[in-house]
């Protein structure tokens, strides 16, 4: 079952928002999840999993959740995951190896972790957390620092290179955003999680030539391949909305040995869906557990919700509509 976020969705959000909690709090407790869920594959994404306040503050809190949330989520994924939820980050943080990977282990769980290869060891910044860094010397507000994140992101590669050049950050500045060390993908690789393919350079992918995104695919192969020495299958787009990948990109995945291809649209996978655009419910700082607990049986209450969708979908399941 599949909420949309379609009425109303800016005006009075935070009552909507409000609304959402409560329900998808009374559909928990009152222990509808199984009953309402769906029977579809469940990928939720992480990107950061961490307990500095900072990071939580400037990272955004769609993109973060706590040690201790994950802690809750976790434990409580251990006791009602029955194979149809995997776990996914993306983009290789330092902070998914000290913080998720020790919780994970505690509570029998397995993820996928999507890689930028040039990131790894901390060769290379992506482009928001440079953008991220600004804000925290207070150097940009925020509406600024969402223009220029925005603008970064639409570049070609090429020029946001120059772009990040002429900013003239220095490394010791990014020290709280290192990247993991392929030592510690290594370990990750040896504890039964998966290790995939998120590009090189984390680029638009829309926005780089099929020789440059060629280069993107098979490098990250390579690096993962020389490393790690694994052949990779998983693949997750960068930015991951449908606009952000390129048409008829599963050919040349296919090619470079890619079986399951990962986007940031929200929703949940069957079988007869193409494994090249397999949808995720993003998890973040604003969730509670009961609105977490609900995604995992495949119910999205989310913001704008339809209550008389909700209910409609509650008649029929227990046959009093059809
Ligand atoms: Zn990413």
Known sequence: MYFHATRNYEKGHKKTDRMANLLNWLVYYAGLSRLLGTHHQVYLLYHRVNNCEVVARHY????????????????????????????????????????????????????????????????????????????????????????????????PLSQRNELIGRLEIEAAELSDDHAMTWADLKRLLVEGHIIGNHTVNHP?????????????????????RDHLGIECRH????????????????????????????????????DDESPFFIRRMPISYGDDLAAFANRCYGVSIERGVERRTLVDTLLRRIGVRR
């Open 60 to 155: 955004g809190k769609r993109r973060f959740v706590t040690d201790q949330q994950f802690e809750k989520q976790m434990r409580l994924l251990s006791k009602i995951n029955d194979g149809r939820v995997s776990i996914t980050f993306d983009d290789g943080y330092k902070d998914n190896f000290l913080y998720a990977y020790p919780i994970l282990k505690k509570y029998g769980q397995r993820a996928i972790f999507f890689i930028s290869s040039g990131f790894i060891d901390g060769n290379y910044f992506h482009a928001g957390d440079i953008v991220d860094c600004y804000i925290r010397k207070g150097a940009l507000t925020k509406k600024e620092a969402k223009k220029l994140r925005m603008t970064m992101r639409e570049l």
């Open 204 to 224: 638009v992918l829309t926005r780089e030539s099929q020789q440059h995104l060629v280069y993107e695919i098979a490098k990250c192969n390579q690096d993962i």
């Open 235 to 270: 693949f997750a787009y960068p930015y991951g909305r449908m606009k952000d990948i390129p048409p008829r990109i599963e050919t040349l995945l296919a090619d470079h040995g890619i079986e399951y291809a990962f986007t940031t649209v929200r929703g949940y996978y069957s």
